[in-house]
Every structure is written in C-alpha cells, then in structure tokens.
C-alpha cells in the first residue's frame, strides 16, 4: 500500500508538473495570439486610413452663370458647356484629389457669395483685385486669380443712328445715351460707374443677351458695353434658328468702340478663406499647373476653336 501510494504521489507531481507547463505554454500562445491580433488589427488600421487617405477626393463648388455663349452656356440638351466650363472641368478631372460642380447662379449674386465668403471660387471673373473690394477692410474679395484662360475684347455695340456720330472716347463721348446691360456686369470700367451714378448715362440691367438684343433692335437702349465674340455668336444662333426675325425691327447694330482687352480668370474668395476652405493654395497650385499643361499641349486651341467657329 505504501507503494502504491508513493506512486500515487509520484504521479500526481508528475501530473501537476504537465499541468503546470501545459498551462504556462497556453497562457503565452494566448499572448501571442492577441499580440498578433492586435497587431494585425493595427495595421488593417494604419492602411485603411493610408487607403481612405490616398482616394479622398475634396469636392469643390465653383459659382458661374449660363448665360454667355460661347464661354459659358447651356446646350440644346441643357448641359451647362463653354470654353471656360471645358477647360476647368478639363483641369480638375486630372486632379485627382478634387471634384467639382458648378452653382449656376446670377452674376451679381456670385460676386456677392464670393465677397462674402460662402463661394470658395467664382468663374470667369476679370482681374478686378483693384476695385472690388471689401466693404470693411477695402481690400480685395478675391485673391488669388487662376493663370489667364481666355482674352476677350469687350466693345461698344450702338444702333446705326448712334453709330454715324464718332465716338473716339469712352465713356465720355456716350454722355447722354442709354445702356443696356447685364446686371452686375463691371466690364465698362469705373469711370462709366460714376457717370452712371450721376446721371449721365442711364442704364438698364437684364439677365440674358438676348433681351439685350431685343431691346436695343426696339431702341429702348442706345448701346450696349459687351464682349464682342458672344454678342456676335448669339445673333448667329438667333438668325440660324429663325428667331431673330421676331426681334428684328430693321435697325443695324455696330461696333462703334473697342473698351479694351481682358481675360477671363478663375478667381478664389479671400474671404474667410482659412476656415471655410483650408484646401485653397494646393487647389489653386494644382489648377493653374494643369492650365498651364493644357495651354502647352494645343488643347486649349482645340477647344476655342469647337465653340468660336462662327
């Protein structure tokens, strides 16, 4: 008996010494099971936010207006097209970190969205840094401005009658005429803003280039301070549709002075830019190097060509 219980004791502390080492060996595979699930589940982490980072794509919203063939219009099937809706849709799509979409909006009031810092961009403004300008601080509203997209030469169209008295001076030898223009429209300069203040011009505002037509064919306008390539492509358009006979009541329409030659830009608001569109500098970097590629590589031609041939 004292045997078998001193075999019995043996066994036992052999048993306990498996125990013992089985337990020890499952504890530590434990561990290293966790570690390594831990481990795993960090780098899982680490290249889910690496993935996630490297395909965000920062969505932009540029403000514009519909209502200026050919640089900015609506096509028969009402997609919003043009020569400076091309190339900035061209740019952006070959930035990958960004998308757009363009707020068709009134003229005047994308230039107030921009001043007052709600529209991260307004497209296609001229260089206006010197006079518009912030109510409070008088500074410029929109800063910076996109390498140049397109030169227009904005001119002065009257009816004939208008027409046979020269005009070599502008604004000054129009003291007395009547404008007709799009609201909000800044292209006849400052001093023809003063002089319409005083009353030496009238002017009335419209909306779209076609009542601009219509009014001055009826003489209810004398003149209209315009750019010259999308006054002519829309009398184009009206005639090839039938729909000028309708306005026209047999008054020619001239060109009787040249304002001068701008171009047309894409201009970022300077308006609580930091907080509300913090990804502005790399944007406009970005942009105006794929401007620059596409001025370099004859796609702008290409382009310009598509909606000018008249």
């Not at 899982?44 to 690496?50: A, D, I, P, V, Y």
């Not at 997209?149 to 005429?177: M, W």
């Not at 596409?294 to 031609?301: H, P, R, T, V």
Request: positive net charge.
């Amino acid at each position: 008996m004292k045997i078998i219980n001193s075999i019995s004791k043996s066994n036992q502390g052999v048993l306990t010494e498996f125990f013992k080492k089985e337990a020890g060996m499952n504890k530590a595979m434990f561990i290293r099971i966790q570690y390594l699930k831990k481990k795993h589940f960090l780098t899982f982490m680490f290249l889910t936010l690496l993935t996630s980072s490297a395909y965000s794509v920062q969505p932009v919203e540029i403000y514009t207006y519909d209502i200026l063939p050919p640089f900015a219009f609506r096509d028969d099937n009402g997609k919003l097209t043009g020569i400076y809706i091309e190339m900035t849709r061209k740019a952006i799509e070959r930035m990958p970190d960004y998308s757009v979409t363009f707020n068709v909006v009134p003229w005047a009031r994308a230039k107030e969205a921009t001043k007052k810092g709600q529209a991260f961009a307004i497209l296609p403004p001229y260089f206006h840094a010197h006079d518009w300008l912030t109510d409070d601080t008088e500074k410029p509203y929109i800063w910076p401005y996109s390498l140049q997209l397109y030169h227009q030469s904005d001119v002065v169209i009257c009816n004939d009658e208008i027409a046979k008295t020269p005009r070599p001076n502008f604004p000054e030898d129009f003291k007395g005429l009547k404008f007709v223009m799009f609201r909000g429209d800044g292209r006849a300069g400052t001093r023809f803003t003063e002089m319409v203040k005083i009353g030496d011009i009238a002017l009335q505002s419209v909306t779209d280039i076609k009542t601009i037509i219509r009014i001055l064919q009826i003489k209810r306008a004398d003149c209209t301070a315009c750019s010259e390539l999308p006054f002519a492509w829309n009398i184009k358009k009206l005639k090839e549709k039938g729909e000028y006979k309708k306005i026209d009541k047999g008054v020619n329409l001239v060109k009787v002075a040249t304002i001068n030659t701008n171009a047309g830009y894409l201009g970022y608001t300077d308006v609580n830019d930091e907080k509300n569109f913090p990804f502005k500098k790399d944007f406009a970097i970005k942009f105006d190097i794929e401007i620059y590629k596409i001025k370099k590589s004859g796609e702008l031609d290409k382009i310009i060509k598509k909606f000018t041939k008249l």
